[in-house]
Nanobody, 123 residues
Framework: QVQLVESGGGLVQAGGSLRLSCAASGGTFSRYAMAWFRQAPGKEREFVAGISRSGGRTLYTDSVKGRFNISRDYSKNTVFLQMNSLKPEDTAVYYC????????????????WGQGTQVTVSS
């Protein structure tokens, strides 16, 4: 069973950048599709970005396309979310998610979650 620990959140001004990290342990990292979700106060948790087991497929929600980039480092068992041109509406708790899968698809919600990291974008 994989454990996920996020880091890298913080307070940033609009237009700034942050890089989130999610370190995975306890499982074979390459067997998991990985994703980032976020939840703003009073809203449902939503999909932000995902990356397949191989890293060859990525998927983004429309509101972050061209601003966010998801990647993974197999030597560090870590998935990253580079967030640029941040907007106040990006403010949320960001969660890492892992989906144990035999396919190279992306976008399915997995069973494993991290504890979340807060991202706050000031205007």
């Amino acid at each position: 069973q994989v454990q996920l620990v996020e880091s890298g959140g913080g307070l940033v001004q609009a237009g700034g950048s942050l890089r989130l990290s999610c370190a995975a342990s306890g499982g074979t990292f390459s067997r998991y599709a990985m994703a980032w979700f976020r939840q703003a106060p009073g809203k449902e948790r939503e999909f932000v970005a995902g990356i397949s087991r191989s890293g060859g497929r990525t998927l983004y929600t429309d509101s972050v396309k061209g601003r966010f980039n998801i990647s993974r480092d197999y030597s560090k068992n870590t998935v990253f979310l580079q967030m640029n041109s941040l907007k106040p509406e990006d403010t949320a708790v960001y969660y890492c998610n892992a989906d144990l899968t035999n396919s190279d698809l992306v976008g399915k919600i997995g069973d494993y979650w991290g504890q979340g990291t807060q991202v706050t974008v000031s205007s």
